[in-house]
């Protein structure tokens, strides 16, 4: 069965540098969510689309930025990175509104590290 | 407050024994999900369960078992006949449509390790 698919699966930057993650969810699938999970830590709800709308937003910080598409994959958009950003970032999608009800199918994650 | 409790943060056991993994959650919504999703060592999270708050049957998958019991707000895992491919970190999480809407709760996970 087809999964979420994240890309990159790593990616290296700099301190101030901007990083874009990419997440295509399952077929059928039209939410996606973003969470993050740093070291040791269980994953933190960041933000979600619904229908190419932001649906819900967590402790998203304002220099990060997302949007869902047309075709419904997703962007996550993070400018001036900080070291504190070095973190594995997963997408997760479901099929039809969410609202909690509808279970989280997760990707393989994207593990950003911030020199 | 911790909304999802993980009192286990790290268990080992040997080969072939039993271990359950516990998770007492917390929430004012009637209407509520429980969750157990597992991250191997290669880092996905995988989906094991999904419950709804109105169905306290218990559920088998195999090696698999969760209780769900609502009078002690609790959601236990087990796993029978443990084998090292079962080594991972274990979340047990929650989602509260009405006071979280999308936004799914984890707890701090139990890493278990399997030693054969």
């Known amino acids: 069965a087809a999964g979420v698919i994240q890309s990159p699966r790593h990616l290296i930057k700099e301190k101030r540098e901007t990083a874009t993650l990419k997440c295509y969810p399952i077929p059928r699938h039209d939410t996606v969510y973003w969470y993050q999970q740093g070291p040791g830590q269980d994953p933190q709800f960041l933000i979600s689309?619904?229908?190419?709308?932001?649906?819900d937003k967590g402790s998203i910080p304002d220099r990060f930025s997302a949007q869902q598409f047309s075709d419904y994959h997703s962007e996550l958009n993070m400018s001036s990175l900080e070291l504190g950003d070095s973190a594995l970032y997963f997408c997760?999608?479901?099929?039809?509104?969410?609202?909690?009800?509808?279970?989280?199918?997760f990707g393989p994650g994207t593990r950003l590290l911030v020199l | 407050a911790q909304k999802v409790t993980q009192a286990q943060t790290e268990i080992s056991v040997v080969e072939k024994e039993d271990v359950t993994l516990d998770c007492v959650y917390e929430t004012r919504d009637t209407t509520y999900y429980l969750f157990w999703y597992k991250q191997p060592p290669s880092g996905e999270l995988v989906f094991l369960i999904r419950r709804n708050s109105f169905d306290e049957q218990n559920e088998i998958s195999g090696r698999y078992s969760w209780n769900f019991q609502k009078s002690t707000s609790s959601f236990n895992f087990t796993i029978t006949a443990s084998q090292v491919v079962d080594s991972a970190v274990y979340f047990c999480a929650l989602s509260e449509p009405k006071t979280s809407y999308d936004k799914v709760i984890f707890g701090p996970g139990t890493s278990l390790s399997v030693i054969p």
């Open positions: 997760a999608s479901s099929e039809g509104t969410s609202g909690g009800q509808e279970t989280q199918y």
């Open positions: 689309f619904y229908e190419k709308m932001q649906s």
